[in-house]
């Protein structure tokens, strides 16, 4: 199951770290600052996801790829559109002279539309962007896909929902035949809904269908990040679309309700706001992130109570 550690303290910028159990590949939702965020944690993250570029989610990518840099690894950025332009201009406002070309290649995935996702690559010394290709998704490896909304916050700000890949998993106690290659097989045809796949055990061939009942296939975990973004119906419609009954969704809640003026000015959430549309879209875990830093501990006890009061409400 996904695992997420929130790596900043209540009055730093924001950075959520995501795992992935048994294994060293780490992903990094936003680059705000962090002070609990070691150094082997960030040499460890493959993909970066940027929610927006206002300063406090973006402020520490420095810091994030001067640990980066000489893993000799190919480490992807996604974020809204102009990203690849902004993560131009920072690495190029250095000197270079001592990093070859492969010190590092960044591929950065810039989000025009839920179809669009402009694809560049950038490497040092000289860090000069190359335009791939343009693709209809915009992440996947062997243990997550990402799905994502493009919010409203006075300018782009991307959610992102990481959902691990379905697990098929082989009953043996349902089984009379001794294990062998031929369950890997079985599990290939049941992915690929191939029912008249022949499977042989031993000296019988089975039809594949006919043996489909010995699997399990259980539902990935689906972990959603949802930075900055405002009130809205609009927003609270592609919401509902990619984190209706996600597993766990951390969200921003930045102002108290009493501020709720402050939250329309700026295009953010407030408490009982973001806890309400996590309770209509059944999440089944919801956790309040992204307080302003004008709040002080008490504040902050004072958000989360009212944001679980409207999430757990019946």
């Known amino acids: 199951m996904l695992q997420a550690e929130i790596k900043s303290l209540l009055r730093e910028d924001i950075s959520i770290l995501i795992k992935i159990p048994n294994s060293g590949k780490h992903y990094l939702c936003d680059c705000g600052e ?12 493959s993909a970066i996801f940027i929610s927006h570029t206002h300063i406090d989610h973006f402020s520490n990518f420095d810091g994030i790829f001067r640990h980066q840099i000489g893993s000799g690894e190919k480490i992807v950025i996604c974020g809204p559109k102009n990203i690849h332009h902004q993560v131009e201009a920072r690495l190029k406002s250095y000197t270079w002279n001592l990093v070859d070309e492969s010190a590092i290649e960044y591929e950065i995935r810039e989000i025009v539309s839920k179809e669009e996702i402009n694809v560049y690559k950038i490497r040092p010394p000289h860090w ?8 209809n998704f915009l992440f996947e ?27 098929v998993t082989f009953n043996e106690y349902a089984s009379e035949f001794k294990k062998g290659k031929w369950i890997s097989e079985l599990k290939t045809a049941f992915e690929n809904n191939d029912s ?5 055990i031993e000296e019988t061939v089975y039809k594949a269908s006919d043996l489909f009942h010995l699997l399990t296939k259980s539902e990935g975990y689906k972990l959603g990040v949802i930075m900055d973004h405002a009130v809205c119906e609009n927003n609270y419609e592609k919401i509902k ?8 969704v951390y969200i921003e809640t930045f102002y108290k309700d009493e501020d709720q003026e402050f939250a329309k000015t700026n295009y953010h959430s407030f408490a009982s706001a973001s806890g309400k549309i996590m309770n209509e879209f059944e999440v089944k ?7 302003s830093r004008r709040y002080t501990e008490n504040d902050k006890l004072e958000i989360e109570t009212a944001f679980y009061k409207a999430f757990r409400e019946n």
């Open 34 to 45: 962090a002070s609990l965020l070691t150094v082997k944690e960030i040499q460890s993250v």
């Open 128 to 135: 000069d962007l190359e335009l791939g290709t343009t693709q």
């Open 141 to 167: 490896d062997e243990y997550v896909n990402v799905d994502f909304a493009i919010l409203d916050h006075k300018t782009d700000s991307i959610a992102y929902l990481f959902k691990e890949k379905d697990s």
């Open 196 to 200: 008249n796949k022949e499977i042989r």
């Open 241 to 248: 679309t990619i984190f209706k009954e996600a597993d766990l």
């Open 285 to 291: 875990e919801a956790i309040p992130i992204h307080f």
